[in-house]
């Protein structure tokens, strides 16, 4: 079973990736990269597990629905 540690592994590991393609050239924006990689999968993920009711994907994700349909429409996942 995965667990909260393999998870963060593969993040490290992309991460690590990441910077070695750089190549010598200054990261920019890390954070918001790393976040939009993630999120966009994660909310489509759970959708899905969710057969695409937004109110159980979000109590899923625990997010207010509201939240949840703001993030979709940032994603144009709606």
Known sequence: ???????????????????????????????????QCMEKPLLEYVLNRAGGNQSKAAEILGLNRNTLRKKLQQYNLQ
């Open 1 to 35: 079973m995965a667990s909260q540690q393999d998870l963060a592994s593969c993040v490290r590991a992309a991460l690590d990736e990441y910077f070695k393609d750089l190549d010598g050239q200054p990261p920019h924006a890390v954070y918001d990269m790393v976040l």
